[in-house]
């Protein structure tokens, strides 16, 4: 049976009591339904400041939490970061990084993203690196060059052992919260670029058992279903459509009619 993550990432997008409702009326509409669906996880990602009030809200249920960036050194003095230590007590089990947000907004780089991912799989989080090119690198003809060399500065050496896993998100960065996703046969085309650089810098099991590949940019659940049937779209990131509970936890309904065939 296939296996489906569907994350999504409530940006700066509410405050503490909006976050406890959305996480509260996620759970209230998944909860029956992802008890009986362990094939979807659902994961939603608040604000910091948010953390423990969604953490009230979803722990003991199928939802779980992660987190929307972290810092890769575990202690000291670096004012307004956040450790993974911290995230991990705060119930987190998931962390974005390298989201195209942080790189346009705050300089983030794939040096830095690499730093996050370890300090991830060292402390038992699993990195959600958000990679993806821009219309400019897209138009130009040099998509597959800018994702494969993301993909290269952030994993190569930086190896999932044990039960280490990695989730990738694709996600153009043009199409970012504008509606308009790209085709499912356009991220399908870019997922199989994806697994093929992991298959030449890992073991084929490791992939195997220890990648997921996940679609970001416009989905929502009119859409999901296109992207799901691709058999390397292992789920989604979801910005602007998570903000309703409705609208998201129909995506991770959809994702569990594809995981049972
Ligand atoms: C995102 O920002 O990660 C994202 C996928 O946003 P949206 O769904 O709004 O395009």
Redesign the pocket.
Known sequence: MRRFFVIA?W?MQVEAEEARELARETVRLWAAQGAANPAVTVAVCPPFASLDEVREEISGTPVSMGGQDCFWESRGAYTGEVSVMSLKDAGCRFC?VG???RREYLGETDGMVRKKVRALLDTGLIPVV?IGETREERESGRRDAVVIGQLKAILEGNRPIGSQEVIV?Y?PRW????GQ?VSPEDAASMHQLIYDTLEGMFPSDTVERQFSVIY?????AENIGGFLRMPVIDG???????LSAKGFVRMAEAAADIAKG
């Not at 199409?175 to 504008?178: K, L, S």
């Not at 989604?236 to 998570?242: E, M, T």
Request: with cysteine; net charge negative.
């Open positions: 990432n940006k974005l989201h195209s947000e958000c998100a996600e199409v970012i919260g504008t996703a970001g940019g416009s989905a929502d989604c990131l979801v910005g602007k459509a998570a």
